[in-house]
């Protein structure tokens, strides 16, 4: 029986990219938990191929095999399950990253077999389960057969190949209730929420089908599982269509906040909510594990301290669930896969070495800045020239920004109530306690601050300096 949940943290979302199952669950105990993030999205669970002649690639793991979960280069079944069940008991959900649109590719012709040893060619996918059930062949796919070619054209972009994938035809009831079979899985496991990968590329209808088929609890959580679909949204397909069938990731959010960072243009960040999805709606994010290849404005690699700033940001601002990235680092290829060993598994993270960049530790205690502002608005302070920001957050939470290379002291009115404050940004407040090397008092309403160069101040009411 799943044990008892632990009281969930907030919203705030942390994309472990690529971290074992066995990594996952210690993190929860050891950081995520106690510092207030409320959900992990692993990378994809499902047996996926194994390309040793390119090296491993990161990307095997989006071109499926078959719906079972044991011995992926993450772990085994064993590992995941213990994995969902120790993270709960932190308080922290497990998102996991659900690919429903296709599954291998032509690249992947001959590979065989899967990372479970399941054989497979493009189109045939004989033993889904591995219990000789059920399984898909040359009808479950689309009949277009090809790539897409013109992005424009709605049909194409749903019912031809996302590059060379084998496209499923997920019209068709055969294959919902199969994809549904796998995500009713996960939920029994205990999966709180997915992410639909290439959501797009199905049309609405179809997603609205296969969440149809899902179960309503979430053992140990108790609510409908969470759903965030990757979309984006161009002026074929907005993102905000798909909002009836879950949240939606806001990619104009991740451009907007990259380039205001990358250019030091903070004040720009006032207006970064117009226009875009409704952010009950919306994913926000810095980067992701494609745009950090594809659209590196401002990444863990490009300028570590400002990418940083930008992370601490978009969980101290009221738009969207934030989603965190942390990565690993690499040289030469954008395919180059995380730290491995040479049959491919994955290595065990231990943060700041080895590759494992880690880059939510950097932002120490905001994720419990996020949960305890979530609701109240925003309230710009003056700041200074373009590049330094304050705001308040209703009289919850106060937070400063500082992208320059000087310290700026600031002294600003906020409505934070009279008293002496942990400062989140630079430390953590766990189990009641303020670990920060940095503390404010609020007097009369005033407040001096010291926003280090390249840094952050956050204060709010649910960690007290003393
Ligand atoms: C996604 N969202 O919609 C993922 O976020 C993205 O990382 C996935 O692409 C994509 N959709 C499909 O799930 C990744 C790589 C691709 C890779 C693909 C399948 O960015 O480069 O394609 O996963 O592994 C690779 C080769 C292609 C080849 C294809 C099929 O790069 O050249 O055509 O495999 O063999
Ligand atoms: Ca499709």
């Known amino acids: 029986d799943a044990p008892a949940a632990a009281e969930a943290n907030g919203n705030a979302i942390v994309h472990l990219f690529q971290w074992r199952w066995e990594s996952v669950a210690q993190e929860c105990e050891d950081f995520l938990g106690p510092n207030g993030f409320g959900a992990v999205q692993v990378s994809p669970p499902q047996e996926h191929v194994v390309l040793s002649a390119q090296g491993f690639p990161w990307w095997q793991d989006y071109q499926p095999v078959s719906y079972k979960i044991d011995n992926t280069r993450r772990g085994t079944a064993a590992d995941f399950q213990d994995m969902v069940d120790r993270c709960r008991d932190s308080g922290v959900k497990i998102y996991v990253d659900a690919i429903l649109n296709h599954m291998s590719g032509s690249g992947s012709v001959g590979a065989g077999p899967g990372s479970d040893g399941t054989e497979y060619g493009k189109y045939e996918y004989p033993d889904l389960y591995g219990d000789g059930t059920h399984g898909y062949s040359r009808q479950d796919f689309n009949a277009c057969g090809r790539d897409i070619s013109n992005w424009n054209d709605r049909w194409e972009v749903q019912n031809c190949e996302l590059v060379g994938l084998s496209d499923l035809a997920t019209g068709n009831d055969y294959v919902r209730d199969r994809l549904a079979q796998y995500l009713n899985g996960l939920i029994d496991m205990g999966v709180a ?20 088929r899902l179960r309503t609890t979430v053992p140990g959580w108790d609510q409908p599982p969470y759903i965030f679909q990757e979309v984006i949204g161009d002026g074929t ?10 949240d939606v990731t806001e990619f104009e959010y991740h451009r907007r906040v990259s380039a205001r960072f990358a250019e030091a243009n903070l004040q720009g960040l006032r207006t970064i ?8 709606d919306a994913i926000a994010f810095v980067v992701n594990h494609d745009t950090q290849r594809s659209d590196p404005t401002l990444t863990h690699r490009t300028d570590r301290d400002r990418y940083d700033l930008a ?30 060993e040479s049959d491919g598994t994955t ?21 419990t800045f996020a949960n305890a502002t979530d609701g109240t608005g925003v309230d710009w302070k003056d ?10 957050r209703g009289t919850a939470g ?10 700026w002291s600031a002294t600003v009115d906020t409505a934070l109530p009279d008293g002496e404050y942990c400062d989140v940004a630079n430390g953590t407040f766990t189990g009641g306690a303020c670990d920060s090397p940095n503390r404010y008092t609020v007097s009369g309403g005033s407040l001096t601050v010291q926003v280090p160069p390249e840094g952050a101040v956050a204060l709010h009411v649910n960690a007290p300096g003393s």
């Open 383 to 392: 700041g200074d020239g373009n590049a330094r920001i304050a705001f308040d």
């Open 193 to 212: 929420g997915f992410r639909y990968d290439a959501a797009k590329h199905m049309p609405l209808a179809d997603v609205e089908a296969v969440n149809s």
């Open 237 to 246: 397909i907005g993102a905000g269509e798909y909002t009836g069938a879950g």
């Open 347 to 367: 290595r065990a993270t231990v943060c700041g070495q080895d590759g494992w960049v880690c880059e939510h530790r950097a932002l120490n205690g905001m994720a």
């Open 273 to 280: 909510g117009d226009g875009l999805i409704n952010g009950d």
């Open 311 to 340: 992370q601490a940001f978009m969980l101290a601002y009221d738009y969207g669930t934030a989603q965190v990235m942390s990565s690993y680092d690499w040289t030469g290829s954008n395919d180059t896969g995380p730290p491995s």
């Open 398 to 407: 106060f937070a400063a920004f500082n992208a320059t290379d000087s310290e």
